[in-house]
């Protein structure tokens, strides 16, 4: 029902409607070309189609505005960074509290106890590391796993995504595993030590792990970097199983499916991992993650430190638990990330879902909405995926570009990567009604 014309028009009318008006985001993007390599301090921030970057003057909760004086409602929140709203006040407060007091020591602070009890009783996993990413933590993990192990084989999922870890970046293609074509100045080929099969093929799994030879299977609980691919019924229950019988870690990568519920996925539904990885919103913003293990982990990481010699694992940062980083998290996890937050998140987010399929219905397309808790995303084909390989094949790169550019040009954003929502603690349903028939009238154009 819509026609390739018609994306190609929207596309074209939106581009020039953003350039006119963003005449200060424009002359900033001038200046600086002048000496950040593509015009931005991190090439991400290119990825949302725009003409030049939306350079932002401020945020708080659920909104943002830019330079030129444009309020949006935030659905994007940062990709996960922001996910419980843009510098939540007792974060904040913590943040200028601590700057006063040292920004990092090498040293632990009062912070560490209390964040500490408040992980291993959230998350049910009694041990715990900070480092400064997600992606630092996926490195260590996997580290930890081949060392306590033995093995050098990692296992993961097609469509994954676990941060800039050079052991993940490998795909499917017509089943057969490659690399991935985006990744830059690889040397070695990781296929010789990384597995790759699709998601929800117990069968698959089952036969790799039978192999004897994989060190851990590292996967999100639910996948969310390439569209969203909810777990088969049972199928976390039996990946836990066949891992404990053939001597496997399990770890669950939860930085996006903390959106799940207040201890997350596994909280939310019970199948525990050995290891256990939590990044971007868990101190509201500020650069930090952590890996939490279990009690055996934690004996078998023992012996292997016993065995080696002090000093460089080439696990960790000096930057790694920073105080300032401490007081941030404890903060978030104590005042922000609350059982009352996720009472508000969760129910706005059904609310949300069920919103954008009376407007999806409503003009006759054959789409769908996924969605986990407080995380959703409408995605342009009928039927749900069940792995990596099904989810990339109903991506629509031109139609999402030209819906993207529509809603920014009337006050809207949501995810840059396909068509990703989050609904924070200070989403309102007013925030919900305007996302929706924003989305209805750009439905509307397209089809004519």
């Not at 912070?111 to 480092?131: H, K, S, Y």
Request: hydrophobic share 45%; glycine share 8%; aromatic share 8%.
């Amino acid at each position: 029902m819509i026609s390739d014309g018609s994306i190609t028009a929207m596309i074209a009318a939106e581009r020039d409607l953003f350039v006119a008006r963003n005449p200060n985001s424009a002359a900033l993007a001038m200046e600086a070309a002048r000496h950040w390599h593509r015009g931005v301090p991190f090439h991400w921030m290119l990825d949302w189609g725009t003409p030049f970057p939306l350079f932002v003057d401020r945020a708080q909760g659920a909104e943002l505005w830019d330079v030129d004086g444009h309020r949006f409602d935030d659905f994007c929140l940062g990709d996960t960074g922001s996910m419980f709203g843009h510098s939540p006040p007792p974060v904040a407060e913590a943040i200028a509290r601590q700057a006063s007091r040292g920004l990092t020591y090498m040293l632990p602070s009062e912070d560490a106890v209390a964040v500490g009890e408040e992980l291993a009783t959230r998350f049910r996993l009694p041990f715990w590391q900070v480092t400064a990413s997600a992606s630092d933590a996926n490195r260590a993990v996997i580290r930890w796993c081949r060392g306590i192990t033995g093995r050098k084989r990692i296992l993961v999922f097609n469509g994954c995504y676990h941060g800039a870890v050079d052991d993940v970046f490998v795909d499917l293609r017509k089943g057969m595993p490659e690399l991935r074509r985006s990744l830059v100045g690889q040397v070695y080929d990781v296929r010789q030590h990384t597995a790759v099969i699709e998601f929800n093929d117990l069968p698959a799994l089952e036969a790799e792990l039978a192999k004897g030879d994989i060190a851990c299977v590292l996967t999100e609980p639910a996948l969310t970097n390439v569209g969203m691919v909810l777990p088969d019924p049972g199928y976390l229950e039996a990946m836990r199983d066949l891992c404990t019988r053939h001597g496997t870690v399990l770890v669950f990568d939860e930085t996006h499916t903390i959106s799940t519920g207040y201890g997350g996925h596994t909280g939310t539904y019970g199948t525990l991992p050995d290891m256990f990885v939590l990044g971007k919103p868990v101190a509201g913003g500020v650069p930090c993650a952590v890996y939490g293990f279990s009690a055996e982990v934690a004996e078998r990481k023992e012996r292997i430190r016993a065995e080696g010699e002090t000093g460089h694992s080439g696990i960790g940062t000096t930057l790694s638990a920073n105080a300032l980083a401490l007081a941030a998290m404890r903060a978030c996890l104590t005042q922000v990330m609350t059982p009352a937050a996720y009472a508000h998140m969760l129910p706005l987010a059904e609310h949300l879902a069920h919103r954008l399929r009376e407007v999806i219905a409503a003009r006759g397309l054959e789409w769908h909405v996924a969605h986990i808790g407080a995380r959703g995303e409408f995605i342009c084909a009928p039927r749900p995926a069940r792995n990596g390989t099904e989810a990339r094949a109903a991506m629509q790169g031109p139609l999402e570009q030209a819906l993207h550019l529509f809603l920014i040009n009337r006050g809207v954003l949501i995810a840059p990567f396909h068509n990703m929502t989050l609904v924070s603690p200070s989403t309102t349903e007013a925030q919900v009604e305007r996302l929706a028939s924003v989305l209805d009238d750009c439905l509307k154009t397209l089809i004519g």
